[in-house]
């Protein structure tokens, strides 16, 4: 019997403008690895044997050097563009607009390039492999798409505050909708943000929240051009409007368009948002390759 295959997005066409540069590029393994990387090695063990890899075409040459040479030593790789001119017909990008439109148009930037279930995962986060050990077997068993949360505190930085999408689910346990939450910061107890009117709402921190690691089947992607066009129609002459992903996944799930399964993985997450992230993000790795859960070096 042929065990299935899948495919990995990695949306990875963010410069990281809080942490200083292109922050996917910073090592966190004891020998250079990098968190894509990782990532990437997880999704294989789970079945995702194939990378599309969303980047911007203006840093297609430095990222190809700096990262897909990595990768395409281990994996099928093929590359995607998320370029702001992306746009349905009808539609043109406003005056001032320097960055392309959100983690939800940059889903879109891979659909010529998927053909059969996929996850998506940013390339500066670490998941670690439960995610894809649970999406795999999701698949396995269901047409209906996927997200695996993690509870708040796992993702809270200590040197910043951090955006969130904050779950909501049924009675069934699934996904009912995500509320994206900006300028969270960690607490005392739990966290805390404030909202537009001022006003501080506190967070136990047990929250299950979107660290944009989905799974979904190609039916998405005519779906999120539909919401796509709709969202430009309100939004599209603002320059700083993004399609957030988890609002898209949100309203298909609202119309009774599309099923959302909320898997949850007990693995750490972590990711690199400030500079100062960067020596948990090792000491972490580090801890995990001491208790024998990744080789060193990682490809062997």
Same mark, same amino acid.
């Given at each position: 019997?042929?065990?299935p295959?899948?495919?990995?997005?990695?949306?990875?066409?963010?410069?990281?403008?809080?942490?200083?540069?292109?922050?996917q590029?910073?090592p966190?393994?004891p020998?250079?690895?990098?968190?894509?990387?990782?990532?990437?090695?997880?999704?294989?063990r789970?079945?995702?044997?194939?990378?599309?890899?969303v980047?911007?075409?203006?840093?297609?040459?430095d990222?190809?050097?700096?990262i897909?040479?990595?990768?395409?030593?281990?994996?099928?790789?093929?590359?995607?563009?998320?370029?702001?001119?992306?746009?349905?017909?009808?539609?043109?990008a406003?005056?001032?607009?320097?960055?392309?439109?959100?983690?939800?148009?940059?889903?879109?930037?891979?659909?010529?390039? #998927?053909? /059969?279930p996929?996850?998506?995962?940013?390339? +500066?986060?670490?998941? $670690?492999?439960?995610?894809?050990?649970? =999406?795999? !077997?999701?698949?396995?068993?269901?047409?209906?798409?996927?997200?695996?949360?993690?509870?708040?505190?796992?993702?809270l930085?200590e040197?910043?505050?951090?955006s969130?999408?904050?779950?909501?689910?049924?009675?069934?346990?699934r996904?009912?909708?995500?509320?994206?939450?900006?300028?969270?910061?960690?607490?005392?107890?739990?966290?805390?943000?404030?909202?537009?009117?001022?006003?501080?709402?506190?967070?136990?921190?047990?929250?299950?929240?979107?660290?944009?690691?989905?799974?979904?089947?190609?039916?998405?992607?005519?779906?999120l051009?539909?919401?796509?066009?709709?969202?430009?129609?309100?939004?599209?002459?603002?320059?700083?409007?993004?399609?957030?992903?988890?609002?898209?996944?949100?309203?298909?799930?609202?119309?009774? #368009?599309? /099923?959302?399964?909320?898997?949850?993985?007990? +693995?750490?997450?972590? $990711?690199?948002?400030?500079?100062?992230? =960067?020596? !948990?993000?090792?000491?972490?790795?580090?801890?995990?390759?001491?208790?024998?859960?990744?080789?060193?070096?990682?490809?062997?």
């Amino acid at each position: 019997m042929v065990k299935p295959s899948y495919d990995l997005v990695i949306l990875a066409a963010g410069m990281g403008s809080r942490f200083g540069g292109l922050k996917q590029v910073q090592p966190v393994g004891p020998h250079g690895e990098l968190i894509i990387e990782y990532s990437a090695y997880d999704a294989r063990r789970a079945g995702f044997d194939r990378l599309v890899l969303v980047i911007r075409r203006d840093i297609e040459r430095d990222f190809r050097e700096a990262i897909g040479r990595r990768l395409e030593a281990h994996f099928n790789v093929e590359y995607a563009f998320q370029e702001i001119s992306d746009l349905p017909p009808g539609f043109a990008a406003p005056a001032g607009r320097s960055k392309p439109w959100g983690t939800g148009h940059a889903v879109l930037a891979a659909r010529k390039a #998927v053909r /059969r279930p996929f996850a998506v995962i940013n390339a +500066d986060d670490f998941y $670690g492999a439960a995610g894809y050990r649970a =999406l795999a !077997a999701h698949f396995a068993a269901s047409a209906d798409y996927a997200m695996v949360g993690y509870p708040l505190r796992q993702t809270l930085s200590e040197h910043g505050a951090v955006s969130r999408g904050l779950c909501a689910t049924g009675k069934d346990g699934r996904l009912v909708s995500i509320t994206e939450v900006t300028k969270i910061e960690k607490a005392d107890t739990g966290a805390r943000y404030a909202d537009a009117a001022g006003a501080m709402h506190r967070l136990t921190g047990e929250e299950i929240v979107s660290m944009n690691f989905w799974g979904f089947t190609p039916p998405v992607f005519s779906q999120l051009e539909r919401l796509f066009g709709e969202f430009l129609a309100r939004s599209g002459q603002d320059p700083k409007a993004e399609f957030y992903l988890p609002t898209a996944l949100s309203t298909l799930n609202q119309q009774g #368009v599309a /099923r959302v399964a909320l898997l949850r993985s007990e +693995d750490a997450w972590f $990711g690199i948002t400030y500079r100062e992230d =960067l020596p !948990a993000a090792r000491q972490a790795v580090g801890a995990l390759v001491k208790a024998g859960r990744y080789p060193a070096p990682l490809w062997g």
